[in-house]
């Protein structure tokens, strides 16, 4: 069993930003396809970017040219650096870790974008 913990949420003003961190227990790390998900309240669960073990990234159109994906596979870690910040961002964030049909999701942590 593969452990997924987020950190790095808060409470930010618009226009400030935030870095999420995820770890994931694993030392196959660098096999994985890695995601940041969001769910905000009474909204489904959305992608917002996401990395294959490649190195490969996709953004959701919403967050484009103001998060960024990366991953350090030594330290077996994918980041969310999010800048711009508005309050349509709050939202409670996942990591999603995938290998195969393994598929692995952390806790959650919360972001908010608030004045």
């Known amino acids: 069993q593969v452990q997924v913990v987020e950190s790095g949420g808060g409470l930010v003003q618009p226009g400030g930003s935030l870095r999420l961190s995820c770890a994931a227990s694993?030392?196959?790390?660098?096999?994985?396809?890695m995601g940041w998900y969001r769910q905000a309240p009474g909204k489904q669960r959305e992608l917002v970017a996401g990395?294959?073990?490649?190195?490969?990234?996709n953004y959701a159109d919403s967050v484009k040219g103001r998060f960024t994906i990366s991953r350090d596979n030594t330290n077996s870690t994918v980041f969310l650096q999010m800048n711009g910040l508005n309050p349509e961002d709050t939202a409670v964030y996942y990591c999603?870790?995938?290998?195969?049909?393994?598929?692995?999701w952390g806790q959650g942590t919360q972001v908010t974008v608030s004045s």
């Open positions: 990395m294959t073990s490649s190195g490969s990234t």
């Open positions: 999603k870790a995938t290998f195969a049909l393994n598929v692995y």
């Open positions: 694993t030392r196959r790390f660098s096999m994985y396809a």
